[in-house]
């Protein structure tokens, strides 16, 4: 979606190794997520930043770690990959933190644990 | 807990017939309530959102939504059902500045 890119769009990595995937956005929104989208669960929040350096946990948080350094990027780190992380990745911005300012989704990374 | 559900996995509806896609939540107090739709391969898209007021919410695409507080619900309608509407259709709803909590989601299949 226009102001926010997700990268990269697909990855294929092996168990036991780490990944980070990129959430970039150009609209200065203070908030961003990430959230994990598998059949059957919908999306589940996994981490979300509420400013540089703020951060908190979601539902599924187990196993990823997050990092903010700036305004624009929103990094998503599996610490170390397993079969179970295998799952299609949104990123999402907002620009406050109660939801009636909306949420814009990002195109989403699929990653495949092997 | 806060939750909201969407009790139908798939639903198919032939081209031309009418839609509802149902929606209950699980809030204290009066939650903010969306509906979401995602495409094949595609992000996912705002159809529209409730907060207050009018309990009749129009939206994109010819789609409204109707809050009932008395049901805890917040169905989807479309009184036309296009082959293009063919998606995954998400519930989402939250209270005050939690994030977004999110329905399993409701596949829609258009059968001609």
């Known amino acids: 979606d226009a102001g926010i890119t997700q990268s990269p769009r697909h990855k294929v990595t092996e168990t036991g190794t780490p990944v980070t995937l990129r959430c970039h956005q150009t609209?200065?929104?203070?908030?961003m997520y990430w959230y994990r989208q598998d059949p059957g669960h919908g999306l589940r929040l996994i981490h979300y930043?509420?400013?540089?350096?703020?951060?908190d946990k979601g539902e599924v948080s187990d196993g990823y770690s997050v990092s903010r350094s700036k305004t624009e990027d929103f990094l998503l780190t599996l610490e170390s990959a397993t079969s179970s992380q295998t799952s299609v990745y949104f990123c999402?911005?907002?620009?406050?933190?109660?939801?009636?300012?909306?949420?814009?989704f990002g195109s989403g990374t699929r990653l495949t644990v092997v | 807990a806060q939750s909201v559900t969407q009790p139908d996995i798939h639903i198919t509806v032939s081209e031309g017939a009418s839609l509802e896609l149902r929606c209950n939540y699980s809030?204290?107090?009066?939650?903010?309530l969306f509906w979401y739709v995602q495409s094949p391969g595609q992000g996912l898209q705002l159809l529209l959102k409730?907060?207050?007021?009018?309990?009749l919410v129009q939206g994109i695409k010819g789609f409204e939504a109707e809050f009932k507080r008395s049901q805890s619900s917040f169905n989807l309608r479309k009184p036309s059902v296009h082959w293009s509407d063919a998606a995954e259709y998400f519930c989402?709803?939250?209270?005050?500045?939690?994030?977004?909590?999110f329905g399993k989601g409701t596949r829609l299949s258009v059968i001609a």
């Open positions: 999402a911005i907002s620009k406050g933190g109660s939801a009636n300012y909306g949420y814009t």
């Open positions: 609209e200065n929104h203070r908030y």
């Open positions: 930043s509420y400013g540089v350096k703020d951060t």
């Open positions: 809030y204290g107090a009066t939650p903010y």
């Open positions: 409730y907060f207050s007021g009018d309990t």
């Open positions: 989402a709803g939250n209270s005050g500045n939690t994030p977004l909590v």
